[in-house]
């Protein structure tokens, strides 16, 4: 549209140009000084171009109002369209940057909760590891009371078999013939003797 009105324009104006040169009065051959009358032709020449004029300037000012209306409008809605532009970029980078705020904020309390679950966590394996070695302990001095209390058993029932050997080797070699011959003979006679007191 614009170019249209743009083109008709050019064409009106280079209309005019060549109108306006044919309507100018043209020199003639040089006339006699004493010929002093004008042509009658000549003035309806200019009012043919006047006419002409008028009607080209009657085109450009109907035609170039709106066309630089038109242009001014769309200059205005540019325009307004990079205000608008703008402000959602404004907006747009008010929005990143409170978001890099809060991203460090974040950052911040993420680091300090790592580092408050990492120590809250090296608290708790200490605390269970000296808990284990705790359980560790006890269990070894139970297993060596365990073991000392049998080894005591074992050393007792050795020393027991060790004493029932040597008593019985001392025995066997003091006992004769005689010997047991009054031992058997004291033994009756008690078994006597208890059977007679029961009798009673």
Same mark, same amino acid.
């Given at each position: 549209?614009?170019?249209?009105?743009?083109?008709?324009?050019?064409? @009106?104006?280079? &209309?005019? /140009? $060549?109108?306006?040169?044919?309507? =100018?009065?043209?020199? #003639?051959? *040089?006339?006699?000084?004493?010929?002093?009358?004008?042509?009658?032709?000549?003035?309806?020449?200019? @009012?043919?171009? &006047?006419? /002409? $004029?008028?009607?080209?300037?009657? =085109?450009?000012?109907? #035609?170039? *109002?709106?066309?630089?209306?038109?242009?001014?409008?769309?200059?205005?809605?540019?325009?307004?369209? @990079?205000?608008?532009?703008?402000?959602?970029?404004?907006?747009?980078?008010?929005?990143?940057?409170?978001?890099?705020?809060?991203?460090?904020?974040?950052?911040?309390?993420?680091?300090?909760?790592?580092?408050?679950?990492?120590?809250?966590?090296?608290?708790?394996?200490?605390?269970?590891?000296?808990?284990?070695?705790?359980?560790?302990?006890?269990?070894?001095?139970?297993?060596?009371?365990?073991?000392?209390?049998?080894?005591?058993?074992?050393?007792?029932?050795?020393?027991?078999?060790?004493?029932?050997?040597?008593?019985?080797?001392?025995?066997?070699?003091?006992?004769?013939?005689?010997?047991?011959?009054?031992?058997?003979?004291?033994?009756?006679?008690?078994?006597?003797?208890?059977?007679?007191?029961?009798?009673?």
């Amino acid at each position: 549209m614009i170019r249209r009105v743009g083109l008709r324009i050019v064409l @009106a104006f280079a &209309l005019a /140009l $060549a109108l306006a040169s044919y309507a =100018l009065p043209q020199e #003639s051959a *040089p006339k006699s000084q004493t010929q002093t009358e004008e042509n009658p032709m000549t003035g309806w020449k200019w @009012a043919n171009f &006047l006419i /002409l $004029a008028a009607g080209i300037g009657y =085109l450009i000012g109907k #035609s170039v *109002p709106p066309l630089f209306r038109k242009q001014s409008e769309e200059i205005t809605a540019a325009l307004a369209e @990079a205000a608008k532009i703008k402000h959602e970029a404004g907006l747009y980078a008010a929005g990143v940057e409170a978001r890099l705020k809060n991203l460090e904020r974040e950052i911040e309390s993420l680091r300090q909760s790592a580092h408050a679950e990492t120590a809250a966590e090296g608290a708790r394996l200490r605390a269970e590891t000296e808990h284990h070695l705790q359980r560790i302990r006890e269990q070894s001095a139970q297993e060596i009371a365990l073991m000392t209390r049998g080894a005591k058993d074992e050393l007792r029932k050795y020393a027991a078999q060790l004493a029932v050997g040597l008593a019985a080797e001392r025995i066997s070699s003091r006992m004769n013939p005689a010997l047991q011959e009054d031992l058997v003979n004291g033994f009756m006679g008690d078994l006597e003797r208890r059977a007679a007191s029961r009798a009673n």
